[in-house]
């Protein structure tokens, strides 16, 4: 478990962290929208008095992180995106697919449901609603978490203990892979600075969402702290999620080992025999049995990432044919055009007129070449669904006839095939 103080301002006291091993007990489990509901009605800030702690505390650390630069205020109106789900159903002997359209985890400057009338006046999408104050405790936690731990991990070589005298010891250093990404060079970019300043001034959310894209430079790896320019931080470690990333779970493995080593290295200084059942995989390295300490058998954060690269690239297919699937199901089990309201992005390929567009009842970006030459950012377009073929990751749109048909029609699941 890893504790923080913060100051006024939202960031973090470097000397209050604190990381422990430790026993969470469970007394019940909330949903995202229990919470939600909770802390609307006042429950979570009365009985359940540390909803509202931790909603304060995520605000003033969205706060933080915006004023020192983040995406967040950056790009206040991310693009949605439509997450497809696959049950097999026993009974019918099919899957259900199920889609709903979520605003990205890390949206906007405190931008929750309690939005203000101007954003519903500059902003339309009829399908997806903003963030939940829920989602915003879970996210700025996480986020808090990877930056503490990266500055715990460089305040431990100034605390490790010198005088041991004779006494063995294990060599114990920690390797963290930080995630560091440059600030966008916009001197040198200033025209399309400019641009990206009208769109979000004309009140072209999506649009200006998509055009800042360019702007962010990659992230990179290393066991070097560096500043994170998307997050807004000094400096960030991604461990948070050890159940569905093997890089944090490989950080979870490393943080662990070295606090077994440090007690094991506390115990070899005031002579207590170290328990039998400790074994080189707990330690990352075997007991010493001279006066040198053994090599530790640091964890490859290199091979982790490089499992996550490889699979990218099948997720990214699952997710496309599983969306394509529940549009073409659409299409199948309706009589009439199925259309969908859209709104041009930008522009790809002048010279084709390919433009990216984003359709928002799928929640899908996706690119159309236009039939009737040039768009203009935020236009709003008819789609309707010209091919299909999930197997091949084909989907094309073409100009609806009118805008009617079958559109427009809250679902929260497709039709049986």
Known sequence: ??????????????????????????????????????????????EEWQLGALLAAATKRRSHRVN??????????????????ANYDEKLGEYDISLKIETTHNSGANITTGGGDDICDAHYDPYCTPVSSSQLIVTEMMIMAGEAIGKWQMQQAAQEENDVGDAIQLSNELKLPFRRQPAPDFKSRNAEKRQMDFLYEMGKRYPHAWYARRFFNKVNVSEEPGPHFGMGLDCYVQWSSPIRRITDLQ????????LRRKRVNAMLREGTAIPSSITKMDLGCELPKEQEGEEIDSIDYKSG????????PIQSSSSNYW???????????SDEEVMFESVVLGCIN????????????????????SEAGELDEGKKLWLKVASVNPKMELLSFSLASKSGGNHARPMSSAPAA
């Not at 209050?16 to 019940?28: A, E, G, H, R």
């Not at 950080?251 to 070295?258: C, D, E, I, N, P």
């Open 1 to 46: 478990s890893l504790g923080v103080e913060l100051n006024a301002d939202g960031s973090i006291i470097p000397s209050s962290v604190i990381l422990t091993p430790s026993v969470i007990s469970v007394d019940y489990r909330l949903t995202y929208d229990q919470v939600d509901e909770m802390l609307d009605e006042g429950v979570g800030y009365a």
């Open 323 to 333: 969306m394509f699937e529940y549009i073409r199901r659409l299409v199948g089990s």
């Open 251 to 258: 950080v979870h493995a490393a943080l662990k080992r070295y």
């Open 350 to 369: 002048k010279d084709r007129f390919q433009y990216a567009v984003y359709i928002y009842e799928l929640g899908l970006e996706h690119r159309y070449l």
């Open 305 to 312: 990432l490089g499992m996550i690269f490889a699979a990218r």
């Open 68 to 85: 020192r630069g983040s995406t967040e205020g950056m790009v206040p109106f991310p693009i949605p995106k439509g997450m497809v789900t």
